[in-house]
């Protein structure tokens, strides 16, 4: 288990917040990279530098249920990764299924729940970073289908989705986390299964 923890979104780095008033996102903005795609280049637009080169410390997808009598779903994508001008910071860029973009720096935690400290490094987070070539929606599809199956199996659940993605590298090995949740605002049944980045092997 990798012992290097995002705390908290201490300080803004811009104030600029904007929505994408385009073509609409879908509501769950894993299914296409039409999201992901305003989210890069929302990226580029700060960081021209980085195109193609963003150093990634961990992607994430979420997503819940608009209220408890509607099916009606959101969700967003975070990209935590290494500032395009200080290698010594780490900031987050975010999208929401409305178009909402939002950026801000992050502390970052090393050491374990008994053991913290503040440690905005680049040595000491660049062994848990990898390229944004290694997010391919594609795959994550696949394993999401790989991964509602198991769920049904194993929990007889017929409504369901997937309310979580996460990829991060543990051990020097990159992890695909997928999590599969009871379509059911309170008390909902959820299981998470990991997956090799490449999406052939479950992680047991």
């Not at 299914?31 to 992607?59: A, R």
């Not at 400290?117 to 994550?140: M, R």
Request: glycine share 4%; hydrophobic share 35%.
């Amino acid at each position: 288990m990798k012992s290097i923890k995002l705390t908290a979104l201490l300080i803004t780095l811009f104030t600029f917040t904007t929505s994408c008033n385009q073509e609409p996102l879908p509501n769950l903005l894993i299914e296409n990279t039409q999201g992901y795609d305003k989210l890069t280049d929302y990226i580029y637009s700060h960081y021209p530098n980085l195109k193609d080169s963003i150093e990634v410390l961990d992607f994430s997808y979420s997503a819940g249920l608009e209220s408890p009598d509607r099916t009606d779903k959101y969700s967003d994508i975070n990209i935590n990764f290494v500032h395009g001008k200080d290698k010594n910071t780490i900031v987050n860029y975010s999208i929401n299924n409305t178009g909402k973009l939002n950026n801000a720096i992050v502390d970052i935690s090393v050491g374990d729940i008994l053991n913290k400290k503040l440690s905005n490094n680049y040595e000491t987070y660049e062994p848990y970073l990898f390229s944004t070539k290694n997010i391919d929606f594609k795959v994550i599809n696949e394993v999401i289908l790989k991964s509602a199956t198991l769920f049904k199996a194993d929990t007889n659940v017929e409504k369901y989705f997937c309310s979580a993605v996460s990829i991060e590298k543990e051990d020097e090995n990159l992890v695909l986390s997928i999590t599969i949740n009871e379509e059911k605002q309170v008390s909902g049944i959820h299981k998470t299964y990991d997956w090799s980045i490449d999406g052939k092997n479950q992680i047991k």
